[in-house]
């Protein structure tokens, strides 16, 4: 058990361009979810899959943002046409059905 | 819909006083409750969970936590804090069998501690 793991841990972009992160959770675990965390605030959702079905968006992802699961592995979620209010962390989960999520280290987004 | 409200932005203790960080919850269906502690910077670790049986749940670090159906609360609790112990603390419900698949977080709880 490796964890989850993200990458890039830390992004800087200029704004209008694209940007895509990538997730590969604890293997065999077949939830998968991403959040949106900005400065003194909690995880916010804003997307699950279940394999490599995308299961329940939030209405925070607008759409500019797009997240795949190709075979149930990894995952990654893009931001097209990124602009500063985007700048927060990126957080990734996983989990076993109806058990804990465990996280991974993030990706901080800053948009310039 | 479920939600959870942690309703101290801040928490200050010194080194090796007693600590209790609040969380209510509001779930339509029997919770699953957990506190995770976030480090700046960082992802978020699991402390502690609670899915039935025992109220009253042991953690890591030294962390316990109790539910009370009847107060709609998970508080956390730690006998004496250390230094280390400075992070943010986030309450979460869910996801559990026949209730939301998401887990939904408060807005945290920043912990500091003098010494």
């Known amino acids: 058990d490796t964890g989850v793991s993200q990458n890039p841990r830390h992004k800087i972009t200029k704004r209008g361009q694209n940007v895509t992160f990538r997730c590969d959770p604890i293997?065999?675990?077949?939830?998968l979810y991403w959040y949106r965390q900005t400065l003194g605030q909690g995880p916010e959702f804003l997307t699950y899959?279940?394999?490599?079905?995308?299961?329940?968006k939030s209405r925070l992802l607008s759409d500019r943002f797009s997240a795949e699961r190709p075979k149930g592995s990894f995952s990654t979620l893009e931001i097209q046409r990124t602009e500063q209010g985007d700048s927060a962390m990126y957080l990734c989960?996983?989990?076993?059905?109806?058990?804990?999520?465990?996280f991974g280290q993030g990706t901080r987004l800053t948009v310039v | 819909a479920q939600s959870v409200t942690q309703p101290d932005i801040h928490i200050t203790v010194s080194e090796g006083a007693s600590l209790e960080l609040r969380c209510n919850y509001s779930?339509?269906?029997?919770?699953?409750l957990f506190w995770y502690v976030q480090s700046p910077g960082q992802g978020l670790q699991l402390l502690l969970k609670?899915?039935?049986?025992?109220?009253l749940v042991q953690g890591i670090k030294g962390f316990e936590a109790e539910f009370k159906r009847s107060q709609s609360s998970f508080n956390l609790r730690k006998p004496s804090v250390h230094w280390s112990d400075a992070a943010e603390y986030f309450c979460?419900?869910?996801?559990?069998?026949?209730?939301?698949?998401?887990?939904?977080f408060g807005r945290g709880t920043s912990l500091i501690v003098h010494p």
């Open positions: 989960a996983s989990s076993r059905r109806n058990t804990e999520a465990f």
């Open positions: 293997s065999e675990h077949n939830r």
């Open positions: 899959f279940q394999n490599e079905a995308q299961l329940e």
């Open positions: 779930y339509g269906a029997t919770p699953y």
């Open positions: 609670y899915f039935s049986g025992d109220t």
């Open positions: 979460a419900v869910g996801p559990s069998a026949g209730g939301s698949y998401i887990p939904t």
